[in-house]
């Protein structure tokens, strides 16, 4: 049995005031910062072990490692990647079996976006399970939808998918993707036993509501 979660509390009642300027800055200047050391040896290593001809899944912020090994499991013909920047997270891997077609790695995800976009990786899919909410108004630039490497996610194209339990935190990154000229689908997520990640199962557990926002990334 899960403990009860609590839900997301912001004094934030809608989009942000400031989603559509800062968006656009930001699809305007290219973020432009240096990788540090340890996600360059990330990038390489993920880059020599990234089979040829397989298409690429994206797991960000991972955790466990559990979300990516049932994304595996699902797609068999997918090479996923599960990506988070804790090395305990990562360590806990729990009962499930490691199938062969995925890779864990610790990285930080806004070099790694930078350094794949860089080199024109294209993913086919890219999951973002439950990212931190940031429900302060002053923290929308740690969203996603808001940092200045949005533009760097863009790139990447391929079918993006976020699950999240904030009803603003879906509505802000579907409208992102819109000025991006995106088109987005947000909807309640309402199957109630196909969990993907654990933060899902105890979200809904906990008497949640859950968001699914997808959108296919054109370039």
């Given at each position: 049995?899960?403990?009860?979660?609590?839900?997301?509390?912001?004094?934030?009642?809608?989009?942000?005031?400031?989603?559509?300027?800062?968006?656009?800055?930001?699809?305007?200047?290219?973020?432009?910062?240096?990788?540090?050391?340890?996600?360059?040896?990330?990038?390489?290593?993920?880059?020599?072990?990234r089979?040829?001809?397989?298409?690429?899944?994206?797991?960000?912020g991972?955790?466990?490692?559990?979300?990516?090994?049932?994304?595996?499991?699902?797609?068999?013909?997918?090479?996923?990647?599960?990506?988070?920047?804790?090395?305990?997270?990562?360590?806990r891997?729990?009962?499930?079996?490691?199938?062969?077609?995925?890779?864990?790695?610790?990285?930080?995800?806004?070099?790694?976006?930078?350094?794949?976009?860089?080199?024109?990786?294209?993913?086919?899919?890219?999951?973002?399970?439950?990212?931190?909410?940031?429900?302060?108004?002053?923290?929308l630039?740690?969203?996603?939808?808001?940092?200045?490497?949005?533009?760097?996610?863009?790139?990447?194209?391929?079918?993006?998918?976020?699950?999240?339990?904030?009803?603003?935190?879906?509505?802000?990154?579907?409208?992102?993707?819109?000025?991006?000229?995106?088109?987005?689908?947000?909807?309640?997520?309402?199957?109630?036993?196909?969990?993907?990640?654990?933060?899902?199962?105890?979200y809904?557990?906990?008497?949640?509501?859950?968001?699914?926002?997808?959108?296919?990334?054109?370039?």
């Open positions: 049995m899960h403990p009860l979660s609590r839900t997301v509390t912001s004094s934030q009642t809608g989009c942000h005031d400031n989603l559509t300027k800062i968006v656009t800055k930001h699809l305007a200047h290219p973020f432009r910062r240096p990788a540090s050391s340890h996600s360059l040896a990330a990038f390489e290593q993920l880059s020599s072990k089979p040829a001809g397989m298409p690429l899944m994206f797991d960000s991972c955790g466990t490692g559990d979300s990516t090994r049932r994304l595996a499991q699902k797609f068999p013909n997918h090479f996923v990647i599960g990506v988070d920047r804790s090395v305990a997270r990562l360590g891997q729990g009962t499930m079996v490691e199938p062969d077609n995925m890779m864990l790695i610790r990285a930080d995800l806004i070099d790694l976006y930078g350094l794949m976009a860089q080199a024109g990786w294209q993913l086919d899919r890219h999951f973002l399970f439950y990212p931190n909410p940031s429900p302060k108004p002053a923290h630039k740690r969203r996603w939808h808001g940092s200045p490497i949005w533009p760097a996610i863009l790139s990447l194209g391929g079918q993006i998918e976020l699950r999240t339990n904030w009803h603003i935190y879906a509505s802000e990154f579907a409208a992102a993707l819109e000025i991006a000229g995106h088109q987005a689908t947000l909807l309640p997520l309402t199957n109630a036993t196909d969990f993907v990640s654990p933060f899902e199962k105890k809904k557990q906990s008497g949640h509501r859950l968001w699914q926002v997808t959108a296919a990334l054109t370039n």
